[in-house]
């Protein structure tokens, strides 16, 4: 297991997410600030490097999250140059 607070994850991976506020709006719009990740435990099992980023999104998972947290986001996944 790989634990972050957007930060580095197993691999070298670093995750940002921004909170989708267009309620289903065609033109989606997302909040300017990145969410605060430092409230929340991501947790990824990330057992291999060359592992595509749309695979490493859906082994996230966010554990408690708060009412008034919930919603869509816009999540992005980065890796080093190789």
């Known amino acids: 297991m790989f634990y972050g607070k957007n930060k580095i994850l197993g691999g070298g991976w670093a995750l940002s997410w921004r909170k989708e506020r267009s309620a289903g709006l065609p033109n989606m719009k997302y909040d300017k600030d990145i969410w ?17 980023t749309d695979c490493i999104l859906s082994r996230l998972t966010i554990i408690n999250v708060e009412q008034a947290d919930l919603g869509n986001y816009y999540i992005n996944a980065t890796s080093p140059e190789i």
């Open 36 to 52: 605060n990740s430092q409230k929340y435990l991501i947790e990824a099992t990330i057992p291999e490097m060359s592992i595509c």
